[in-house]
Nanobody, 113 residues
Framework: DVQLVESGGGSVQAGGSLRLSCVAS?????MKWFRQAPGKEREGVAG??????WYGSSVRGRFTISKDNAKNTLYLEMNSLNPVDAAMYYC????????????WGQGTQVTVS
């Protein structure tokens, strides 16, 4: 199985920025970021499938996803954070776009005040 380890979460004031990282134990074709706030459904934030990127409508223009294949690391640069962005952020990965939720990390908490 692919192991995923997220880092970079923390507490930030509204308008601030954070950069999340997700290190995978091996290369995966698809990697995505999800988030889930208390009492809310899990939401897809952004993803990279092969070389193509996508963003959820609520973060487009503020967040940037990137991937370093040499390091098997996925990044999420988050700017202009606001309280609605506060959530546990999870990294997920899989061998295809349809199976991108095969493997999951433990999550990293983002708090915005």
């Amino acid at each position: 199985d692919v192991q995923l380890v997220e880092s970079g979460g923390g507490s930030v004031q509204a308008g601030g920025s954070l950069r999340l990282s997700c290190v995978a134990s091996e290369y995966t074709y698809c990697m995505k970021w999800f988030r889930q706030a208390p009492g809310k459904e899990r939401e897809g934030v952004a993803g990279i499938v092969g070389g193509r990127t996508w963003y959820g409508s609520s973060v487009r223009g503020r967040f940037t996803i990137s991937k370093d294949n040499a390091k098997n690391t996925l990044y999420l640069e988050m700017n202009s954070l606001n309280p609605v962005d506060a959530a546990m952020y999870y990294c997920a990965a899989g061998p295809t776009g349809d199976k991108c939720d095969t493997y999951w990390g433990q999550g990293t908490q983002v708090t915005v005040s």
